[in-house]
């Protein structure tokens, strides 16, 4: 691999840049691999990384049917944070952050990653005692975070409505400073050339379509270009998880939903800080390039489409502009729907199903982009050591029937 | 967006008058005392989440309050069929 550095740029420069290594190959199926990842979005690409440089396994292949990062991983708000309120999830998610931090050394790409505190407002005093009482749990796990009164709140964004006779007062917020946004197919793409360099095969549009299994173990997946051996198959699809366990005959406690998100024309400089909020149900930052990223709730019913319904759109535009007057004459560009998983406690499921050898990672629902790192990382180690890793080991599908769900509503519910 | 057809108004209105109240066809348990903790958690937990034509209750909360069946489909979202409590389900087309 390449290396990027100013030194290349210069060097590059004096050729035109029309000599720049691929980033990543298009290699021919093997036969068989030792293990395969299906879903090449960021979790995928990020479990390929870490199994070839943290387990030295680099007889992997990542099987993408469409284009990396072209699921959830392309279409999301990219809010970072680890402000959860459970043990089982803050320690997972600040795990993710830590690796955040680093992330752009580590593949030498980069992701730009922006820590610019994210805003989570209160507007009554039920979301008040909610709110404080996650920024202490939050504190006791040693995570970042505290309590910001409206006008600390309004010093911080000043087009933000903070007045009292707002129809939603804003009564204060919790900030998590560490929090931020990052580039979302710098990550897919990064991960992707680090794998690639170690060996991991990137097969793009090769859909899997079956998995086979003798005697309860994996063997391999059939795919649109023909079988493909495995001794393990880790599948991190995201919202297509129910469509991969019905290949194995499973059924998983996922429901797969859309979720909205639009992107309004580029502004000038006018928003530093993420803004989320549950009581208007909206969330809003300003992307590099100027323009407002904002996310929208998730539909009620199922759907596969990537597409949702107006209602909730109109919803959420209604909440950015009571919060944000200003913003109610920005041209909106684009609007688009992704397909989340969602599990009933709003918590992922890692680690190894009823069939040898399968293992999922999925159910990260509204808000998995925030532990991209963090979830390849403790999935390469469960695949590799046969065994959940420990930050993974409260998110096993066995909790559905102990009953030990790790309740994250109301962190994850409308905040992604 | 979409429109639906209650069966009880006999008139479609829009999806928004509408909440989805999930999977359609799950039998209560029968003899709730003697199950074990894994089939509870596949009663309470575990859906299909089909992709393709998936069945589905609807009540119309904005409406009559009363529930229904609906059979949709959740790639083109399309209404297939609308049919009552405790009626059998429409044969449903499997996707090619
Ligand atoms: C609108 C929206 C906003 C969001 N906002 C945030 C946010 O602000 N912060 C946050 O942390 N999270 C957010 N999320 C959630 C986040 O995007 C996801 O949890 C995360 O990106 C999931 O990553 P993934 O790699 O598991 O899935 P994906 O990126 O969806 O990758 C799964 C891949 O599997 C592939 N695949 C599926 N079926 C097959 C098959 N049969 N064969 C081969 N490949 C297959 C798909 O093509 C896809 O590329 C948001 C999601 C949406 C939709
Ligand atoms: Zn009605």
Same mark, same amino acid.
């Given at each position: 691999m390449q290396k990027y550095s100013l030194l290349s740029l210069v060097r590059h420069a004096r050729h035109y840049h029309e000599n720049w290594q691929r980033a990543w190959r298009d290699p021919v199926p093997k036969k068989a691999y030792d293990t395969v990842i299906v879903g090449g979005g960021g979790h995928g690409l990020a479990t390929a990384y870490y199994l070839a440089k &943290?387990?030295?396994?680099?007889d992997v292949a990542v099987i993408e049917?469409?284009?990396?990062?072209?699921?959830n991983t392309g279409r999301n708000t990219t809010i970072v944070r680890?402000?959860?309120?459970r043990d089982e999830s803050s320690h997972l998610y600040e795990f993710s952050l830590k690796l955040w931090e680093g992330l752009s050394q580590e593949l030498n $790409? #980069?992701? @730009? $990653?922006?820590?610019r505190g994210v805003l989570y407002l209160g507007h009554n005093l039920h979301d008040m005692r909610e709110i404080e009482r996650r920024v202490n749990a939050n504190r006791l796990n040693g995570i970042d975070a505290e309590m910001l009164s409206t006008r600390e709140v309004q010093k911080l964004?000043?087009? @933000? #409505?903070?007045?009292?006779?707002?129809?939603?007062?804003?009564?204060g917020a919790s900030l998590q400073r560490r929090g931020g946004i990052a580039r979302h197919d710098a990550v897919a793409w990064g991960f992707a050339r680090a794998a690639d360099a170690q060996g991991v095969d990137i097969l793009q549009? %090769? &859909?899997?379509t079956g998995i086979r299994t003798v005697d309860g173990g994996v063997t391999g997946v059939e795919t649109s270009r023909g079988f493909i051996g495995a001794r393990r198959v880790g599948c991190?699809?995201?919202?297509n998880s129910g469509v991969l366990a019905a290949m194995a005959g499973l059924r998983l406690p996922v429901e797969s939903r859309p979720l909205q998100a639009l992107v309004s024309e580029p502004l000038k400089p006018c928003l530093d800080v993420v803004v989320q909020s549950s009581g208007v149900h909206c969330y809003v930052s300003q992307a590099d390039k100027g323009d407002l990223v904002i996310g929208a709730g998730t539909d009620s019913y199922n759907g596969y489409g990537q597409r949702g319904s107006f209602s909730v759109i109109e919803h959420t535009l209604q909440a950015v502009c009571e919060l944000?007057?200003? $913003?109610?004459?920005v041209r909106m560009n684009r609007h688009w729907g992704g397909i989340v998983d969602i599990c009933p406690d709003a918590c992922p499921i890692i680690g190894e199903m009823p069939v040898r050898g399968l293992y999922f990672n999925c159910g990260?629902? %509204?808000?998995g982009f925030k532990a991209t790192p963090g979830s390849g990382y403790v999935f390469a180690d469960t695949l590799a050591n046969e065994r959940p890793h420990p930050l993974a080991a409260? $998110?096993?599908?066995d909790r559905f029937s102990t009953g030990a769900l790790v309740d994250e509503h109301g962190a994850a519910g409308v905040a992604h | 967006m979409f429109r639906i057809h209650c069966p009880h108004c006999s008139e479609a209105r829009s999806e928004e008058e509408f909440s989805y109240a999930g &999977?359609?066809?799950?039998?209560?348990?029968?003899?709730p005392s003697s199950m074990s903790d894994a089939e509870w958690g596949e009663y309470l937990h575990t859906r %299909? #989440?089909?992709?393709?034509q998936h069945r589905e209750m609807w009540v119309h909360t904005a409406g009559c309050r009363r529930y229904f069946n609906v059979l949709r489909? %959740?790639?083109?979202? &399309?209404?297939v069929a609308v049919y009552l409590m405790g009626e059998m389900p429409p044969e449903r087309e499997e996707a090619p």
């Open positions: &943290e387990h030295g396994i680099g049917k469409g284009w990396l990062g072209g699921g680890s402000n959860y309120l $790409f #980069n992701v @730009m $990653f922006s820590p964004v000043p087009l @933000m #409505n903070c007045s009292p006779d707002a129809r939603y007062p804003v009564l549009r %090769t &859909e899997v991190v699809t995201a919202g944000f007057p200003a $913003f109610s004459r990260w629902g %509204t808000g409260p $998110f096993s599908i | &999977e359609a066809h799950i039998p209560r348990p029968a003899a %299909t #989440n089909h992709r393709g489909d %959740t790639v083109s979202y &399309e209404i």
